[in-house]
């Protein structure tokens, strides 16, 4: 392996000529090095999660990979994940576009846990796209110009004068080398130094125009490959007969010996979180595992039910604060309930763990922290594990967290077989990990028509961040001075994400979060869908007591034109103030987050308040610089899906310590027959860099929804989702 240096701190390794490929990262010097990252002092003022995390990813954001082939293919190794938010076709644009190769022509392949990557393999908080942006393209602009210089080399011209396109370096004079043939010498140690210059926006053809997925036909047609199609050599099928409260533990098997010596049954584990049944077909596995007779030790919440949660929520919130005199003031209490994160694909995992090393397949968000966690339940050096990072059928978040790994590999050690676990559906429901219940007190002061204070109290049953997120936050934020530094976690994470974007005087907003010893996980948007929906209601409240418009009321409050901009977008397309049949009714929402903003306005039809259903929706979205746009569509149609069904009917009701819903039927997520059949979504023109996307959609619908559903029923919700009977009859525990 050898090493390009070139002049701002940019180092390019060249590996297995005649193939070309680039392995980059930070050196002394720098051919195209990104732009700087923020130094310390000003991290400390940032408000965005993204800021924190792209700070603590700097380090090694250029450790990326690609490969040229003979072939002309190209193919670039993600460190992220894909779970469907359309991230391989995104990179596999700005790398089409750097490279002026074909779409179709360039593969993205999952990065295995890389540890050397440190903090720069974590997928989450919005921030893929925005934190690799510039290292992606800067990648690709290094493959180009050793391409570029082998074929002036060749021709004996200047590299000036020549011009990529489809695939190929093309000379003044019309002749042209496709890539595939330059790829040995580009692999070449003696090119020389290089300037690598990324091209400017304004010569993008393909970025930031609509396109379809790489993987879409794949996915439609059956043939894309997810965790448990895997053809792993004698990986045998596990189920795991779970205990009957959250975080009970195993007492006792007592018919272990007649379940062994069912038909197809190899095994019978058990584990930390239960006992698993290894069999020659899953059918097998399920039925031994519904026979095992286990004795069950107690759970962490056993005690614990909806209405006791929410009382000791209520009990935690802070008290709001005082207000001035001669002021009038609107006060208002919410409470969310526990939500399933719902992926189609359950929790699943392909362990081989064989005496001195373990190899694990899963579709994971935080692989490196995954690998670490499985090599020292299993006593193994981390370099003796190997984490193979699968596309998975859905997140939301819950794949931040790699508990079907860790007991894949439990029960593999132990069973001495390679094995595939799955999660059942009623696993996944009950067992999984939930977006935390929430209690939230607003308090809103006005004076002479307008908001001259604005308080947010919110308690919430702790959110889980081992998966990573805590180690990042340590390395940066904690290490910072000022009183960022100081807050917990949760604080961190609430302070950077969550923010009141009106001119509502002072603004105050507080989290208490409530240790509640459950298998919790951040849920699409985290503390922003329930806290910003929230506040969102009540800014329809207020302009109903100052007697104004809800988007009048608003565009006058918000703090900028970009803001307004979309807003008025959905006013303006929505026909913001139409008349409509009793019953139905508009609402409107607005949110900004991740550097990036969105106004909601949907139609509602609850002439049956307790079957409502959003009939329209018209979302506005401003994302700085869009990779592809109908990738952001995609993305703002699923917030407000989640919208929609957590607004409506989807929950999960917590009983004696253990959610009662186990499957979609039960868990009211929104069928087709739910969802607004008119959607028309927006993206407004580019402007900077690119701002998150993943979960800006949820709170702004939130708040639309319910304020619609409000107007359309003369009734304030405060209890979500609005309708929340148990109209089902829960699976045996």
């Not at 010996?257 to 239960?274: E, M, N, Q, S, Y």
């Not at 990036?596 to 959003?614: G, M």
């Not at 690119?690 to 009734?715: C, H, K, Q, S």
Request: net charge positive; proline share 7%.
């Amino acid at each position: 392996m050898a090493a390009d240096h070139s002049r701002r701190g940019f180092l390019t390794y060249l590996v297995a000529a005649p193939t070309l490929a680039l392995a980059t990262g930070l050196g002394p010097q720098a051919a195209a090095a990104p732009a700087a990252a923020p130094s310390l002092p000003e991290v400390a003022d940032l408000v965005d999660l993204g800021d924190i995390l792209i700070l603590a990813g700097a380090p090694t954001a250029h450790m990326l990979v690609l490969t040229v082939g003979t072939d002309g293919a190209v193919t670039f190794r993600l460190p992220r994940e894909e779970v469907g938010q359309g991230l391989t076709t995104a990179v596999a644009m700005l790398v089409a576009e750097e490279l002026d190769v074909p779409l179709a022509r360039v593969g993205v392949h999952l990065e295995d846990s890389r540890p050397e990557l440190l903090f720069g393999q974590f997928t989450g908080g919005s921030n893929s796209i925005r934190s690799l942006y510039d290292p992606v393209r800067h990648t690709a602009a290094a493959a180009r110009a050793r391409l570029v210089r082998a074929a002036a080399r060749q021709w004996g011209l200047a590299e000036r004068g020549l011009r990529t396109r489809d695939g190929a370096v093309v000379a003044p004079d019309g002749r042209s080398a496709p890539y595939g043939s330059l790829t040995a010498a580009a692999a070449s140690r003696d090119l020389g130094a290089l300037t690598a210059t990324p091209k400017p926006e304004s010569a993008h053809t393909l970025v930031g125009t609509p396109t379809s997925r790489i993987d879409a036909r794949a996915m439609v047609t059956g043939r894309q490959r997810y965790t448990l199609d895997l053809d792993v050599p004698g990986a045998k099928p596990c189920t795991v007969r779970r205990p009957p409260t959250l975080g009970g533990t195993v007492k006792s098997v007592a018919n272990e010996a007649a379940v062994r010596a069912r038909p197809g049954v190899l095994d019978v584990v058990v584990i930390p979180t239960g006992v698993a049944v290894v069999a020659e077909t899953f059918g097998q596995a399920l039925a031994a595992k519904d026979a095992l007779d286990v004795t069950w030790g107690p759970g962490t919440v056993d005690d614990l039910s909806d209405d006791d949660v929410r009382a000791r929520l209520k009990a935690a919130a802070a008290p709001l604060v005082d207000l001035p005199p001669l002021t009038r003031r609107l006060d208002a209490e919410f409470d969310f309930a526990f939500a399933s994160h719902a992926p189609l694909e359950t929790n699943s995992a392909v362990a081989d763990v064989r005496p001195g090393r373990a190899e694990i397949w899963s579709g994971l968000k935080t692989p490196i922290v995954a690998q670490q966690t499985i090599a020292k339940a299993l006593g193994l050096p981390v370099d003796k594990v190997t984490v193979h990072v699968v596309q998975a059928g859905g997140s939301f978040g819950r794949r931040l967290f790699f508990d079907a790994a860790l007991e894949a590999a439990q029960v593999s050690r132990a069973s001495r077989r390679p094995i595939r676990l799955m999660w059942s559906r009623v696993d996944d429901m009950r067992h999984g990990r939930m977006r935390p219940a929430t209690h939230h007190r607003i308090r809103a002061a006005h004076a002479r028509g307008q908001v001259i204070a604005f308080d947010h109290r919110i308690a919430a049953v702790e959110t889980d961040f081992r998966h990573g997120l805590g180690e990042i936050l340590t390395a940066t934020v904690t290490k910072l001075p000022g009183s960022l530094g100081n807050k917990t976690f949760a604080q961190i994470l609430f302070h950077t994400t969550v923010k009141c974007p009106y001119h509502f005087g002072v603004t105050t907003q507080h989290l208490t979060e409530v240790p509640l010893k459950m298998p919790t996980a951040s849920w699409r948007s985290v503390y922003s869908a329930n806290a910003r929906g929230a506040e969102e209601i009540v800014v329809d409240e207020l302009a109903a007591e100052l007697g104004k418009d809800p988007v009048d009321f608003r565009r006058s409050a918000l703090r900028n034109p970009a803001q307004r901009a979309v807003l008025d977008k959905v006013a303006h397309e929505g026909e913001w103030g139409r008349r409509l049949p009793p019953g139905h009714a508009q609402g409107v929402g607005f949110h900004e987050e991740y550097k990036s903003r969105t106004a909601c306005l949907v139609e509602i039809d609850a002439t049956d308040p307790k079957h409502p259903r959003v009939t329209k929706a018209v979302i506005a979205a401003d994302v700085g610089r869009p990779i592809n746009p109908r990738g952001l569509e995609a993305q703002l149609l699923g917030g407000l899906t989640d919208a929609v069904s957590t607004t409506l009917r989807a929950g999960l009701h917590l009983d004696k310590g253990l959610p009662l819903e186990g499957s979609y039927s039960q868990f009211h997520y929104a069928r087709q027959k739910d969802s607004p059949p008119e959607v028309r979504i927006f993206i407004l023109p580019a402007t900077g860099e690119p701002g998150g996307a993943g979960e800006l959609g949820v709170p702004a619908a939130v708040g639309a929804i319910a304020n619609a559903y409000a107007r359309a029923t003369g009734t304030r919700p405060r209890r979500f989702p609005v309708n929340f009977d148990v109209d089902f009859t829960p699976y045996p525990r």
